[in-house]
């Protein structure tokens, strides 16, 4: 089973780019999108049910901002899920945050995790989320749930997931107190597929500034995750990601689980 997820900065700009070709190419079998700033009455079939074969079309389900232009998160997949839901805490599903997919006994989530913003502006509502995420992932594990949080999660866990750490102490998104949650989060039962598979590796980010060229001299951040809990992790053949692939400021990151999966 493959899973792509991928930040668009903006659904209907990445149409304009190619994102549909780019997703009936691909065929995964699960595609969470992240930043869609759109409602779904605001989009094309074509973008709403891309096909996947022939004859058959994606499902697609979308949480969308109450702010017009901002935020929300999609989930496309080959097969209709059991159950689709939100978080269900109004302060981040009014902000589009996430969505919930559920196969058999495993739930795919696509998060799109606030930014801190400078000087911390928003740190605590930041921190706020990543307390409601963990509760949501510790609570599907109580339930026999295996978990994959997909998404964007706006933090640079340690020096090596981005290219200028020490310029960069005091940014949003490499701030200690989210890194701190990132240790947490990672020691707590669930895993970071890539930075498992890859241990040590310098070099691979997931988001370029549009400035000074930053994406050609890759000049980046590893911001896009695929965290799976450790069960799960067992099963994770393939965890890589895709800067080849243009249309945003983010590149996709893909997962791709062995046979055994509840798809």
């Known amino acids: 089973m493959r899973i792509i997820s991928w930040n668009v900065n903006g659904i ?26 759109a409602r779904p009455e605001q989009l094309s079939e074509e973008l709403l049910h891309p096909g996947w074969g022939k004859g058959k079309k994606y499902h697609s389900y979308w949480s969308s901002a109450k702010k017009a232009g901002y935020s929300g998160v999609a989930i496309y997949s080959k097969t209709e899920p059991d159950a689709v839901e939100l978080l269900g805490e109004g302060e981040f599903d009014d902000e589009g945050r996430v969505l919930q997919a559920f196969f058999g006994n495993m739930a795919v989530i696509s998060a799109y995790f606030p930014n801190s913003q400078d000087a911390g502006a928003r740190l605590g509502y930041k921190l706020s989320f990543c307390g409601a995420i963990k509760r949501l992932c510790d ?16 933090i640079a866990h340690t020096p090596i997931d981005l290219a200028r750490p020490r310029e960069n102490e005091g940014s949003a998104g490499y701030l200690p107190e989210e890194r701190a949650w990132m240790d947490l989060f990672t020691s707590s039962g669930y895993a970071d597929t890539f930075r498992r598979l890859h241990p040590g590796e310098e070099g691979h980010y997931s988001w370029w500034s549009y400035r000074m060229n930053a994406r050609e001299r890759n000049v980046g951040w590893r911001l896009d995750y695929h965290c799976v809990d450790e069960a799960l992790m067992e099963r994770v053949k393939q965890s890589r990601i895709r800067p080849e692939v ?6 996709p990151v893909e997962l791709v689980l062995k046979s055994g999966s509840a798809l």
Do not use: M
């Open 246 to 251: 243009y249309g945003s400021d983010h590149c």
């Open 139 to 154: 609570a599907l594990g109580a339930s026999k749930k295996h978990v994959v949080l997909c998404g964007d999660y706006n």
């Open 12 to 37: 209907r700009s990445a149409e304009k780019k190619g994102f549909v070709p780019w997703l009936e190419a691909e065929k995964p079998d699960i595609l969470c999108v992240q930043e869609t700033k």
